[in-house]
C-alpha cells in the first residue's frame, strides 16, 4: 500500500514563478526522499531528509519535513520548463530498510 | 561509469510466455531492487536485496522471481507471463541498506504482455 500520497496531482505553472508539492505519509520514517521523472526516463534522486532534520536545500530546491503532521514539502524556485517532470515522495519506515513512492505530482512548467 | 543497466528496454510477450529481465549496476552497492510502475499507482516494490545470496519480497511478490548470485546483478524472472503485468520496470541500486539512501534507477524495461 502506498506510504506517501502527493498533493497536488498536477500542477501547471508559468516558468519564473514557484512550485510547492506536498507529501503526507502514514507511519513512522527513518528518512524522506524526493525523486524527479522526466518523462520516458528512470527516476533521479533529488534530495534526502533525515527524520530529525527540518528544512534541507539543494540549489533551488527546499523540503521541510514535519513529523508532528506526518508531511513534507517540496518547493522549487523560480521554475524554468526543464523542471517540467514527475515528482515523488518516498520514505523508508522505521525498521525497515526498503523505500516506498507514492503517486506523483506531475509538474508542468510553461515558457 | 554505466550506473545501473538494464536490458531490453522493450519486451512483448504472450500470455503463458516466461522471461528474464536483466539488470546490473557498476557501483558496488550492496541494496538492489525491482519496482514496477503503472499509471495512477506510482511505484510498486517487487522484490529486493541487501547483498549476494540474500532476497526478499516487496509490496507486490506474486508471478515474479528473483536471485542474486553476484553483487552487481539482480534478474527479475517472469514465470508465466499475464496481462497484469504489463507495466514499466525499474531496478535501482544503493550504497545503504538499513538506513536507505540515495537510489539509483536504471531507464527502465516497458513490457507488453498480449
Known amino acids: 500500500s502506498q506510504q506517501g500520497e502527493e498533493d497536488p496531482q498536477a500542477l501547471s505553472i508559468q516558468e519564473g514563478e514557484n512550485a510547492t508539492m506536498n507529501c503526507s505519509y502514514k507511519t513512522s520514517i527513518n528518512n524522506l526522499q524526493w525523486y524527479r521523472q522526466n518523462s520516458g526516463r528512470g527516476l533521479v534522486h533529488l534530495i534526502l531528509i533525515r527524520s530529525n532534520e527540518r528544512e534541507k536545500h539543494s540549489g533551488r530546491l527546499r523540503v521541510t519535513l514535519d513529523t508532528s503532521k506526518k508531511s513534507s514539502s517540496l518547493l522549487i524556485t523560480a521554475s524554468r520548463a526543464a523542471d517540467t517532470a514527475s515528482y515523488f515522495c518516498?520514505?523508508?519506515?522505521?525498521?525497515?530498510?526498503?523505500?516506498?513512492f507514492g503517486k506523483g505530482t506531475m509538474l508542468l512548467v510553461s515558457p | 561509469n554505466a550506473g545501473v543497466t538494464q536490458t531490453p528496454k522493450f519486451q512483448v510477450l504472450k500470455t503463458g510466455q516466461s522471461m528474464t529481465l536483466q539488470c546490473a549496476q557498476d557501483m558496488n552497492h550492496e541494496y538492489m531492487s525491482w519496482y514496477r510502475q503503472d499509471p495512477g499507482m506510482g511505484l510498486r516494490l517487487i522484490h529486493y536485496s541487501v547483498g549476494a545470496g540474500i532476497t526478499d519480497q516487496g509490496e507486490v511478490p506474486n508471478g515474479y522471481n528473483v536471485s542474486r548470485s553476484t553483487t552487481e546483478d539482480f534478474p527479475l524472472r517472469l514465470l508465466s507471463a499475464a496481462p497484469s503485468q504489463t507495466s514499466v520496470y525499474f531496478c535501482?541500486?544503493?550504497?545503504?541498506?538499513?538506513?536507505?539512501?540515495?537510489?539509483?534507477f536504471g531507464e527502465g524495461s516497458r513490457l507488453t504482455v498480449l
Open positions: 518516498a520514505t523508508v519506515r522505521s525498521g525497515y530498510s526498503t523505500l516506498t
Open positions: 535501482a541500486s544503493s550504497f545503504h541498506t538499513q538506513d536507505t539512501g540515495e537510489l539509483f
